[in-house]
């Protein structure tokens, strides 16, 4: 496998996409500096052990881990929904954007008035408002689902209109926490691929959560493997198939079962006691 | 198949921004469902026949009941004898006076009620030792008849409006307090944590997502609340009579039994009924019908 290099030097990350070309000129995306996370008694076993990390801007990331590995707690702590017990994070570029597994749009508002809500909180003013949510719908191709309620619409749909609310949001990064995980498997393939397009087009840092091995190749120029109990990362991979990339594609596989291997061994190790 | 080189269809096949467009448009089309809706006439004979067809079947039983003299005749008239009495006082313009003293202040009550019940059950839904503090009370006082306060009210304000309200609001404030309470309570977690990754925390937070997230348990609270209050100014006009107070529906009734007038008693109780149905369909109804539909929880057949 000449496109991946192991245990890579986390701040030599692979060049950035887009127009955005900005990977090692300046401060990164996000960085997270020994970052520990304790739930409940602070003497207790903790969730995120240590975790450094750092994402450059434009770079497209995959935390990759099984069950209990703290991954959307992570997400969370760069999110700022929580904080961390130990260690610093520090993300440039505004606050990040957050897609959840459920889209997580308000059921009350329209579909572009969900967009148009994160546009106000950012403070866009109202006239501009419309049209800038009719920009960002139809760059997730629902120029047409406006008017839409979100429950006339379908998973798929209602996924790529939470995206184009986090898109709303100015923040250059975009933390995505299993977003397709609950989405059949042709529509999770067409929405890699217009993930992949959004992404080349809009320059956006992108951590995306996921226990699915095959997306997160699919998908990013990094995947982060991380053990669980308590949650490190284990190793590191740095992509260069080029994009578009298909998911059946042998370079896709072939990393897919070497990273799995992996993933079952660090699984494995938790029955051993 | 032996033959295919594999690096080079990796490339080849990787579908073109045409290509996943359109499959896209595909899969929404497959996805949506255009609802075809049943018309209106149709809609509204299936929701006026059945209750029609029942106060019928009532009156019926109400008819046969006098004609074999159930109960003695000033006890029991007929319901053509309601029908006229209702009749003469409706020529006398007096129904609409009636009418609106009691409306009037039941609208008012139940605005009262609002502007403290909303803010109050807010505090006891977000802070938990006004919850812990007082939410079984709450609770507690919905379960109180609220008749029970007419005593001490005209004890405290007197036989006036000031007692009415007292009353109205006793019964109203708990239940639209209930009401924001259990709506906040049903908000998912996600739509809270959603709003603060959008930037909505604090004040902001409250108004874009709590409120709206919580509108349909607010709903039914605001439902119960104006039922709640309509039932206690009810009571405190039957028991609080007096000249001083204006002549509302309780006083009608409080009326007909001083002159054991049956049939003025039961258009009374007829108008009392028809007041609590008819806002409850042209105004509580068709709301919350609207709130659940736009949000997808309503299913129909």
Redesign the interface.
Known sequence: MSQTVHEQPLTAAAPAAGENGTAGTGAPAVRLSKVTKVFGRADGAPVLDNIDLTVAPGEFVCLLGASGCGKSTLLNLVAGLDKPSAGTIEVNGGRPALMFQEHALFPWLKAGKNVELALKLRGVPREQRREEAQKLLALVRLDTAYEKRVHELSGGMRQRVALARALAQSGEVLLMDEPFAALDAITRDVLHDELTRIWADTGRSVVFVTHNVREAVRLAQRVVLMSSRPGRIAREWTIDIPQPRRIESPDVSALSIEITEQLRGEIRRHGKH | MASTD??K???A???S?DD??G???G??AL??YEKDRAPLWRTALGKIGPPILAIAFMLLVWQIAYWAEVKPRYALPSPADVWDAFMVQWQAGEVHQILWVSLERAFLGFLMAIAIGTPLGLLVARVRWVRAAIGPLLSGLQSLPSVAWVPPAVIWFGLNNSAIYAVVLLGAVPSIAQGIVSGVDQVPP??I??G?????TGL?GVW??LL??S?PGYLAGLKQGWAFSWRSLMAAELIAASPDLGYGLGQLMNQGRDLGDMPMMLTAVFMILLVGIGIELLFFSPLEKL?LR????LISK
């Open positions: 594999l690096t269809t990796a490339a096949d990787v579908p921004s996943v467009a499959l896209e448009a899969l929404d996805e949506t996600l739509f944590r959603a603060r990754v959008l930037g909505a902001l874009h997502v709206p997230a509108l709130v736009q949000r997808g929880l």
